[in-house]
């Protein structure tokens, strides 16, 4: 559920406002009983649905247990309501981390929007974890960000992937976490087909 934040501010919604310009995409505005948002996307103000919507600074991808022992993910999407404009990208200032590195890989390549097809291609863009166990990979947005749907793409060979059910997962301080979306081994695509854009989308607004 999207709460009030010291970015967003309340004001009465009225359909002359929807398509008045704005500044910074992905800016969240409420209506004084929270029911109703406004987007700022593509310079323009635009209404979405709030009822399931999350709001957090950082989410992360976790699972507890992996396919070969250890996470390896090559591209992470994340989109604002209404928008098909990925929210991270190389340049934007979001910052991606994960529990660990092997390899001379990096999870800051994951934004990279490179089209891997080919697995040999994975320790110059991709994220591989070390050891066995629990796994993650965080993106601090640096302030509460709205987002409705996401997608990656894991290693190309196939493997490396959840063994069961893994979660997109929100927080508002980086410490204490809470399940935003829950998917199965199936959801998370792995194969040579080429890794951006991502092929398979997740709604978290249940639509």
Request: glycine share 12%; charged share 15%.
């Amino acid at each position: 559920m999207a709460t009030l934040n010291s970015r967003a501010r309340s004001l009465a919604l009225s359909e002359d406002r929807i398509g008045e310009s704005c500044t910074g995409d992905g800016r969240v505005t409420y209506s004084t009983d929270q029911q109703r948002m406004l987007l700022c996307s593509r310079g323009s103000w635009q209404r979405v649905r709030t009822d399931v919507l999350p709001e957090f600074r950082y989410y992360r991808i976790f699972a507890t247990s992996w396919t070969n022992g250890y996470l390896l993910m090559c591209n992470l999407s994340m989109f604002a309501p209404g928008s098909t404009e990925d929210l991270l990208f190389d340049g934007s200032g979001v910052v991606l981390t994960s529990d660990s590195a092997t390899g001379g890989s990096t999870a800051a390549q994951l934004d990279d929007h490179y089209n891997i097809t080919v697995d040999s291609q994975w320790p110059q863009r991709c994220i591989q974890t070390s050891n066995s166990g629990a796994h993650w990979i965080q993106v601090d947005f640096g302030s509460p960000t709205v987002i409705e749907r996401f997608g990656l793409h894991g290693y190309p060979g196939g493997s490396h992937k959840p063994t069961g059910n893994w979660f997109l997962q929100g927080s508002v301080d980086g410490s204490s976490w809470e399940v935003v979306w829950t998917g199965e081994p199936e959801d998370w695509p792995t194969g040579p087909g080429g890794s951006y854009p991502v092929s398979l989308v997740h709604d978290i607004s249940g639509d």
